[in-house]
């Protein structure tokens, strides 16, 4: 059994599943496949799912996150984190009234992709699927957020516009849980990076239950909060689940945490470190945090206080009365809505206006010797996503920020994740909608590498 995978801001990983020649310390029978250096075990395919399944149960249960009478909904994301969570929560309680919510977010490739996933997931698994169309509902997707000053903080408004939708959601389908997939590695490198920066408030945030800030809002609640980021993808792999296979283009050449990163190192020599600075954060430091900030409040008598939004009518505390998903969405309605995508009659019509206009050939050197858009430079995606910081700064410089960056592969696919990267980087970068062949289709001019030759002569 083999799996690859990625993740948002993780390179691509392979996980393969095979047998370490030794019997499974649990059942004693089976040959193991997984080791678990924090347990001292080594386990069959079929003793670590039970072990993952009672882990799941067991947290559930220790931290009242439901109970028989609720109604909880499962945020997927399509990622093998929500996928675990969902496959265990189901084998753990197969009485329990639970549903799936999905997001289609209108990520260019992305979010369709997902959704054949999650509609699979869902399918097999026998729960019911409440999908939110961004655009449908709201008139606008995540990448409208590119033309924003946003475009280089797109996870982060993702993420806020996710959360946001994910309650109204749990309001419209009646369920008062709301469970999400946050894994050990995430919870606890977001804690280090938190406890650096001095922000003890996020880190309260990080608990693995978060009552509702006022009644008629869902629990939150987060059942993989204790397991090791690994292991969802274990889980996924042998249990064979359905599970994302592509990159979200906003992640294209982004890295790994340096927490993350620093956990797994010190993992190496000490097994358990990341459950210890769970329990730290959780058992210590958090309930210390809110001491203090209790007796701060009763001293100065300044309680943060919890309104409805004006616009959507969630809570929020922020001063004016507007939440930060309709803080972020009215100012992209002020923008207007600007595509990343060009077709090539845009293209046509941008050069009448006499826009200046650099074709990004981002195929492989060898297809674009055979053929290109005339005039084009060639940028491989991999130069792009390796060193994309020098790739946008030679661009800069020698064209100028002025210049229209029209990014082209086969078929539209390839080069929008470069397109995006270009508006991180400030650059004006398109996309060309369906790539060399529809413009090609469509009459566009191309040379080939005999007219190479002959203009060479
Ligand atoms: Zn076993
Ligand atoms: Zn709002």
């Given amino acids: 059994m083999a799996l690859r995978y990625s993740k948002c801001g993780l390179p691509a990983m392979t996980v393969e599943v095979k047998g370490l020649g030794v019997r499974c310390s649990e059942c004693k029978r089976e040959e193991a496949v997984i080791e678990l250096k924090y347990a001292r075990k080594k386990l069959c395919p079929k003793c670590f799912t039970d072990f993952f399944v009672r882990r799941v149960k067991r947290t559930v249960e220790k931290y009242r996150m439901f109970g028989p009478k609720d109604r909880v909904a499962v945020a997927l994301s399509g990622g ?39 509609k699979a997931l869902t399918d097999r698994l026998g729960v019911p699927l409440y ?10 997707v995540i990448d409208d957020f590119l033309t924003t000053k946003f475009r280089s903080k797109m996870c982060s408004v993702c993420g806020i516009v996710k959360r946001a939708v994910f309650t109204q959601m749990a309001k419209e389908v009646g369920a008062t849980v709301m469970a999400t997939g946050h894994n050990l590695d995430d919870t606890v490198g977001t804690m280090l990076s938190a406890f650096f920066a001095g922000d003890f408030e996020s880190i309260s945030r990080l608990r693995p ?77 958090v309930p210390m ?30 001063p004016d009365g507007i939440c930060s998903r309709c803080r972020r969405v009215a100012m992209l309605k002020e923008r207007g809505g600007q595509k990343v995508e060009i077709s090539a009659e845009e293209v046509r019509s941008l050069m009448e206006e006499g826009k200046r206009v650099v074709f990004v050939d ?16 060639n940028v491989p995606k991999e130069e792009f996503e390796f060193n994309q910081r020098k790739a946008i700064k030679k661009l800069r410089r020698k064209y100028g920020k002025g210049t ?16 995006v990267a270009l508006r991180r980087g400030g650059l004006k970068g398109y996309s060309l909608l ?5 413009w090609k289709e469509k009459g566009g001019e191309v040379e080939t590498s005999d007219a190479e030759v002959k203009t060479g002569t």
Avoid: W
């Fill in 362 to 377: 981002v195929r492989s050197p060898s297809a674009y010797r055979m053929e290109r858009i005339p005039g084009a430079i």
């Fill in 404 to 419: 229209v960056f029209v990014t082209y592969c086969y078929a539209g696919r390839e080069s929008y994740p470069v397109a």
């Fill in 209 to 285: 239950v978060l009552k509702p800030l006022v009644p008629g809002q869902p629990k939150k609640v987060k059942p993989l909060f204790n397991t090791p980021e690994m292991e969802d993808l274990y889980y996924v792999v042998i249990n064979d689940l359905p599970v994302q296979e592509c990159h979200c283009p906003h992640s294209f050449g982004a890295s790994v945490s340096k927490y993350k990163r620093m956990l797994d190192e010190m993992e190496k020599s000490n097994p358990n470190v990341k459950f210890q600075l769970l329990s730290v954060f959780l058992k210590k430091l």
């Fill in 434 to 438: 369906g790539g060399i062949s529809e």
């Fill in 80 to 118: 093998k984190d929500s996928v675990a969570l969902l496959d265990a929560l189901k084998r753990a309680f197969p009485d329990q009234d639970i549903v799936a919510f999905y997001i289609d977010l209108g990520i260019h490739h992305y979010s369709s992709h997902l959704k054949e996933k999650v």
């Fill in 131 to 140: 999908i939110y169309d961004l655009k449908e509902r709201e008139g606008y």
């Fill in 289 to 318: 945090y809110e001491k203090v900030k209790e007796m701060e409040e009763e001293r100065t008598q300044v309680f943060l206080e919890v309104k409805e939004c004006k616009v959507c009518g969630l809570p929020t505390s922020s």
